[in-house]
Nanobody, 114 residues
Framework: QVQLVESGGGLVQPGGSLRLSCAAS????????MGWYRQAPGKQRELVAT???????NYAESVKGRFAISRDFAKKMVYLQMNGLRPEDTALYTC????????WGQGTQVTVSS
């Protein structure tokens, strides 16, 4: 059974920073990509950032230049450094792992508010 556990969310003021981490465990035979999605209340889930096994990254336009994704697939970890946070970044951030199957975590809440 595969499990993804996120950490690092919380309450931060506008302009602040947070670093999210996601640890994968279980029977994972290969990882093609990992990443982060988010869902704000009343909105659909959207891609934030993904990174492939080869290090190719993809970001939502709204976070380019502010967020940075990194990975250590040997440790089955993915990270999201979030700088310059804005109130519109408030959402439940969920970790994603794409391998032979797709897996999702439970999410970590990020709230940006003064």
């Amino acid at each position: 059974q595969v499990q993804l556990v996120e950490s690092g969310g919380g309450l931060v003021q506008p302009g602040g920073s947070l670093r999210l981490s996601c640890a994968a465990s279980g029977s994972i035979f290969s990882i093609h990509a990992m990443g982060w999605y988010r869902q704000a209340p009343g909105k659909q889930r959207e891609l934030v950032a993904t990174i492939t096994r080869d290090g190719i990254t993809n970001y939502a336009e709204s976070v380019k230049g502010r967020f940075a994704i990194s990975r250590d697939f040997a440790k089955k970890m993915v990270y999201l450094q979030m700088n310059g946070l804005r109130p519109e970044d408030t959402a439940l951030y969920t970790c994603y792992l794409g391998g032979l199957n797709d897996y999702w975590g439970q999410g970590t809440q990020v709230t940006v508010s003064s």
